[in-house]
């Protein structure tokens, strides 16, 4: 199966359940919020004591201070919902909210597991509230986009085109596209600024190991990580080169699910998920490598995303087993290539999904602050999300953008020379928080951990890691 098997499914959201449910309207019609299907399970919601130490790490309870913004209201309303009570506006507004950035799951001192409720919730809303057209609208543009890499390459030359006419510029300046279509004004102030083309050239199949092979691993190239950063996936392949390891780049891959399943999409994530399981599988490797935390967090889960399929749930619990991100397979393996130095000051952003979902935080530190010369920077309040979220800051800018702005203002407090985070999304958010913050002026020099240790390996200096100029050759 490929990627584009799942186009169908694409425009379900909003207007009926992937698994043969039929959409209901959210207001008083009498029906219980959740249908039999995997609901949010009883005995998780009441794990939670209602404590409140999830409180200050929650984004939206810190914006707005509301307790049905919080995880524990969040919470209160699925135990609402388990007891038969409709799925109102009010209700899925509260869910629609959430960020799912984990930092609850970090903070809860009971292990309550509100990233499976959260994500069993999410596909309830989808099969149960029917939301306003325009935001149907928005939706069904975002996932027949955003999960297949084809489309979003196609989107390079047009928006390369736009970035170096002076439209861009032009345009927001002007400040008109906000006022009429603020979705359309939040997508286009994320758009990444495109470097040259010949950093779009499709990677080889296989990079081998320079010297002894220490490892085979698969290489996930992703969807927005590969269109619109391929040299990111250019650096993590070298690396892992580099430090002994041959590279097996799957053609086919496709979208591994983390935006369909994060947002509810069970079936069209399932769709996605099994062609990548299927892709590593015939690879035959020791580990299959990631490079942006969302993607990582749910392929580590896809075991859980077919607990209900005998057939599959297996496959995907061996091959969720596999995935690691790139800075736990190097910090596994140990460096044996040499680092050249890299006098600078590094803030570290941690990216939701690789702290608070992988719970990995010491490893890319330990990346970092291995090459000579790096400084390490912490930001305060790491524990509050940047407001990326996924495809969140498109479909919630409003609480987005204040949280994008609130990690802006942190960052820069660090006083550091560069911003290095594992995560394409929260590359664009922090960017373009960084663009309102000093309008009309170059924007913080921001790059992925792995850039960063792929200069020091090749003896590029400080300056191949400037903004629009991160280090593809």
């Known amino acids: ?243 002994g390891c041959d590279v097996v780049i799957p053609r086919n891959q496709g979208c591994c699910g983390a935006l369909s399943v994060h947002n509810g999409r069970e079936q069209e994530a399932k769709a996605f998920a099994r062609t990548v399981i299927e892709t590593f599988e015939a690879a035959d490797v020791d580990h299959v490598v990631v490079n942006a935390a969302g993607c990582g967090s749910s392929m580590k889960e896809y075991g859980e995303l077919f607990s209900d399929e005998p057939a599959m749930a297996g496959r995907a619990a061996a091959l969720a087993d596999k995935v690691r991100d790139i800075s736990e397979v190097l910090v596994e393996l140990g460096p044996v290539a040499e680092r050249h130095p890299l006098p600078m000051r590094v803030a570290y952003h941690d990216a939701c999904h690789l702290a608070h979902a992988q719970g990995v935080r010491t490893q890319p530190r330990l990346l970092l602050t291995d090459i000579p010369g790096v400084e390490l920077a912490e930001i305060a309040e790491s524990e509050i999300c940047c407001g990326s979220a996924g495809v969140y800051n498109l479909l919630n800018a409003e609480a987005a953008e204040p949280l994008g702005d609130r990690k802006a203002e942190n960052i820069a407090a660090t006083g550091a020379d560069l911003l290095v985070t594992a995560n394409p999304g929260c590359l664009m958010q922090v960017a373009a928080a960084f663009s309102r913050r000093n309008p009309g002026q170059s924007p913080m020099p921001m790059a992925h951990t792995i850039e960063v240790l792929d200069a020091s390996l090749r003896g590029h200096p400080v300056t191949s890691l400037a903004p629009g100029s991160l280090p593809t050759k």
């Open 1 to 243: 199966m490929t990627t584009d098997s799942v186009t169908g499914m694409a425009g379900t959201a909003g207007t009926g359940g992937t698994d043969g449910t039929a959409a209901i309207d959210g207001i008083d019609n009498g029906r219980p919020a959740f249908d039999g299907h995997r609901p949010p399970d009883a005995a998780l919601v009441g794990d939670c004591v209602h404590c409140g130490f999830c409180l200050p790490t929650c984004p939206t309870y810190v914006l707005w201070g509301e307790e049905m913004d919080s995880p524990r209201g969040r919470i209160y309303l699925m135990g609402q919902g388990l007891e038969g009570e409709p799925m109102t506006d009010a209700m899925a507004g509260h869910f629609d909210a959430c960020l799912g950035c984990m930092a609850c799951v970090t903070a809860c001192p009971s292990g309550v597991q509100y990233d499976k409720l959260i994500e069993a919730t999410r596909a309830q809303v989808e099969r149960h509230h029917r939301r306003p057209a325009r935001e149907r609208l928005l939706r069904t543009a975002i996932f027949a986009t955003f999960p297949y890499p084809r489309r979003l390459r196609l989107l390079r030359g047009p928006l390369r085109a736009y970035q170096r006419s002076g439209g861009q510029a032009l345009l927001r300046r002007s400040g008109l596209l906000r006022r009429l279509a603020p979705a359309l004004a939040a997508m286009e102030s994320l758009a990444p600024t495109l470097g040259p083309r010949a950093d779009a050239r499709p990677l080889p199949e296989r990079v081998a190991a320079r010297g002894p092979r220490r490892a085979t691993v698969g290489l996930l190239t992703g969807c927005v990580q590969g269109a619109f950063f391929p040299g990111v996936n250019a650096a993590t392949a070298r690396v892992l080169a580099m430090e």
